[in-house]
């Protein structure tokens, strides 16, 4: 069973301050890291993806990955109110066609103002 | 936006009876995948469709089946609807490796 677990939350952090996500999967076979976020009530969006060992920008949004622990992380820098949701940790676990995604049950996070 | 549509919007269904739900994948994407979301849950995936054919498959029974079509819209057909199957359905379409969802269909089986 391909597994992908997230601290479960709730997480609240002022604002201004840096959020930070984990996620842990089991297959180290997997390919490709996504992270979405998600309104209440609204689809997944994707914030970041990210396929290799290191960090990856983008804006307020720093993703980082761990393929030898297995870990996957969002750090979210002077967050605001409008970030306040649910955020899914999802990985591909299929290699060539068949994009599978194996999603994590997803960390609900407040940004207090 | 992502460009992907879904309808309906809502959809409330008796146990035992059956629904058709419909997406349409953003342009150039040929890959449509459909994903199940309960409540407080990730999404959980059903199937995948490529070029008009099944591409993959997750953990749901038969009763669950889908089509794509040429224009590579798709379908997601559920037989004998049960309780549980009160969820989010969510489809995503995909060119390459990342996945786009559109809105959604919430499915309420009474």
């Known amino acids: 069973q391909k597994e992908v677990e997230q601290n479960s939350g709730p997480l609240s952090v002022p604002e201004g301050a840096i959020a930070s996500l984990n996620c842990t999967y089991s297959?180290?076979?997997?390919?490709?890291f996504f992270w979405y976020r998600q309104y209440s009530g609204k689809s997944p969006e994707l914030i970041m993806s990210i396929y290799s060992n290191g960090d990856k920008e983008d804006g307020r949004f720093t993703a980082q990955l761990n393929k030898a622990s297995q870990y996957v992380s969002l750090l979210i820098r002077d967050s605001q109110p409008s970030d306040s949701a649910t955020y899914l940790c999802a990985v591909n676990h299929s290699p060539g066609s068949a994009r599978q995604l194996t999603f994590g049950s997803g960390t609900q996070l407040t940004v207090l103002p | 936006e992502t460009g992907v549509t879904q309808s309906p919007t809502h959809l409330i269904k008796t146990r035992g009876q059956q629904v058709t739900l419909r997406c349409s994948s953003q342009s150039g994407h040929n890959t449509v995948s459909w994903y199940q979301q309960a409540l407080g849950q990730g999404p959980q995936f059903i199937f995948q469709y490529y070029r008009e054919e099944e591409n993959g498959r997750g953990n749901f029974p038969p009763r669950f089946s889908g089509l794509q079509f040429p224009n590579y819209s798709s379908e997601l057909n559920v037989n004998a609807l049960e309780l549980d199957d009160s969820a989010l359905y969510l489809c995503a379409s995909s060119g390459a490796d990342t996945q786009y969802f559109g809105p959604g269909t919430r499915l309420t089986v009474l």
């Open positions: 297959d180290r076979g997997s390919q490709s």
